[in-house]
């Protein structure tokens, strides 16, 4: 492919790429402000913590995501889903343009395609969350670990910093990146400086592990103890997995048997085993849109490209790469929840939101501001209350088993909000007896996200005329501002939105 040609499909590419974005930039979701309640915190100088003054709990997953936002908030940043955002956008960006030069021809236009195409890219890209800056870092070293398989010259000092990020980014990042990096270290392994990058690897990852061991006092972060060990999750998460991005591991593993081609195949495979193996054993949840597959769809964009570049002959490139596109631009566009995602952020910003901002504007003393809540994301982070998150990701003792009714009850919080998923309160939640945990509490709010979702806001009497005022005009206000009184679970809703109807 000239220098011409590539030029002009890249440019098309960012087309796609900046119209896609456009599409699903409202959307942003609640876990992501989990991080940047730590990162806000990291800032004022109080720690990466939930709670100031509280101990020390780590109840998120993506550590070097948390030090980003909080360099931002440390230099005055407000708005942190715009630096998210943006950063993620650049990240996109970025990635498309490694997909397009490490491939040629028509195995540059179907890994391009495949990849701007898939609707879930921009949804991911939106999120606030460290997504799309896990699968570009992931992509990235695979690309020079291909580069080492070329004997082109790299970096000694890339693989392992990649490697370092990619951990840091999400724990099962040091497993994702391995095959990677074995294969660098195994052709650079008499190079001196890549001896010494791999040394340096070793000691900094070592003291960052040693380290938020003692800060934290896991060896985990506190959500693996909630949200991991579903196995019964698993193989319905690989089922939904192969078959969404079939075309693409099928091309990816055909590798393997292509003649001067098996040792890369067997890379990019290894890559994807060694991605997907934490989540193929534990159930997830929060896996909207392939959220997990995701991290290691650019690596299956490149096989693809690769496969079908090595097929030769020009109209079977071009049939077998447009069934391939195709196949994730549909099962991309069919994703099961892309109805809920795709109004999710507008929905949060009338709920959530909103009365974590009213929380904010009540005007309790410092000493009145505790919150027990189980959608621990955008209410803790605006309002910034001291909150118990009885979910147990922000909670070691909830996490590891304790009775979060005991644990509600015993703080005696200000305010309690409860989620239900229609309109009667329930009788428990999230292991919280609903009953019980109020009991001498006034429901002085009832605000609905969507149709199956509401946040029930009961608070202590001598609190109840103060929080009902500033929560009821937060919430009043964001209602009449974001889809006007539509709640319904529908592309068509989304589809309004962005055309402006």
Known sequence: MSKGARSGLLLGLAVL??????LAWSFVIDDAFITFRYSRHLAEGFGPVWNVGGDAVEGFTNFAWMLWHGLFASFGAENLVTVAKVTSVVLGGATLVLLVRATDGVGAVVAGLAFVLFLPTYFHLNSGLETVAFAGVL???????????????VFDWEPPLLLLLLAMLRPEGLLAGLPALAVWFWYSRRIPTARWGLGALLVVGAGYFLWRWIYYGQLLPNTFYVKFGD????????GRTALALAPLLVLTLALLVVKGL??????????VVATYAPYAVSGL????????AYHAFPVLCLGAGI?????GHRLASAAVGAVAVGWVAVTGAIAQGLPTIANYGVDLQRAHVAIGQGLAEAGLPEEARTLAVSDAGAIPYYSDWRSIDYIGLNDEAIAHGADPTTVVGKARPTVVIVTS????????MYGLDVRAATAGYQLVARIQMREDYWQNVFVLPQWAPQVSTAV?????AARLTYDQGRYELTVDRWLDRVSGR
């Open 17 to 22: 790429f900046a119209f896609g974005t456009w």
């Open 139 to 153: 992509l990235r070293l695979v690309i020079v670990a291909l580069h080492v398989i070329d004997e082109e010259r």
């Open 231 to 238: 196995l019964a999750a698993s193989s319905e998460w690989a």
């Open 262 to 271: 098996w040792f890369k195949g067997a890379l990019l495979s290894l890559t």
């Open 285 to 292: 949840t929060m896996d909207y849109l392939h959220r997990f």
């Open 307 to 311: 496969a079908v570049a090595a097929i």
């Open 421 to 428: 998923y229609r309109p009667e309160i329930p009788g428990e």
């Open 472 to 476: 009821t005009a937060s919430t009043d």
